[in-house]
T-cell receptor, first 115, second 111 residues
Framework: GAVVSQHPSWVICKSGTSVKIECRSLDFQATTMFWYRQFPKQSLMLMATSNEGSKATYEQGVEKDKFLINHASLTLSTLTVTSAHPEDSSFYIC???????????FGPGTRLTVT | QQQVKQSPQSLIVQKGGISIINCAYENTAFDYFPWYQQFPGKGPALLIAIRPDVSEKKEGRFTISFNKSAKQFSLHIMDSQPGDSATYFCAAANTGNQFYFGTGTSLTVIP
């Protein structure tokens, strides 16, 4: 089946620094990828839609300047958390649809801890 | 605003029993309704999904029941096993592939 990977799987950074998280589709091309965040014991919340070659679309309430998304190729989307603060600590998960509308494959997630 | 409502929040079932989780939605633009299983520290894994043109779908021990008029759908896990203990999320997606998740159900299957 389709595989989506994320790197790193976990990261610890100091408050005020920036962190980049990569999402790759390993065996299919994805013109669109999605980024979610999940707090402990809570649901996944859609943050933004990453579009290859164009600007990302952000959900209401998500700061565009804080969560920078780049979808530079058909297999790679990156999420950069800028000037990270402890409240940004969360589990970030990406997903991609291998065949148009419908089925989504999720990455294994990246645990971000900001100290 | 929570676009998909899920219940119960937690569920304890004896081994061999039936686990039932329910979800409801409001937006009639949703056209795809998957269920995901998530273990701690892992990303969600697709279990089973349904589209609104059918009322039921069964795959192994997992069954989705879908009621379009009531805007509700449910997951039934037959012959529940301890290995099924996980968090289950329902979701609803629009044609733009944007997925909205329920709040999750923590299932514990007691041996």
């Amino acid at each position: 089946g389709a595989v989506v990977s994320q790197h790193p799987s976990w990261v610890i950074c100091k408050s005020g620094t920036s962190v980049k998280i990569e999402c790759r589709s390993l065996d299919f091309q994805a013109t669109t990828m999605f980024w979610y965040r999940q707090f402990p014991k809570q649901s996944l919340m859609l943050m933004a839609t990453s579009n290859e070659g164009s600007k990302a679309t952000y959900e209401q309430g998500v700061e565009k300047d804080k969560f920078l998304i780049n979808h530079a190729s058909l297999t790679l989307s990156t999420l950069t958390v800028t000037s990270a603060h402890p409240e940004d600590s969360s589990f970030y998960i990406c997903s991609a649809p291998p065949t148009g509308f419908g089925e989504q494959y999720f990455g294994p997630g990246t645990r971000l801890t900001v100290t | 605003q929570q676009q998909v409502k899920q219940s119960p929040q937690s569920l304890i079932v004896q081994k061999g029993g039936i686990s039932i989780i329910n979800c409801a939605y409001e937006n009639t633009a949703f056209d795809y309704f998957p269920w995901y299983q998530q273990f701690p520290g892992k990303g969600p894994a697709l279990l089973i999904a349904i589209r609104p043109d059918v009322s039921e779908k069964k795959e192994g021990r997992f069954t989705i029941s879908f009621n379009k008029s009531a805007k509700q759908f449910s997951l039934h896990i037959m012959d529940s096993q301890p290995g099924d203990s996980a968090t289950y999320f329902c979701a609803a997606a629009n044609t733009g592939n944007q997925f909205y998740f329920g709040t999750g159900t923590s299932l514990t299957v007691i041996p």
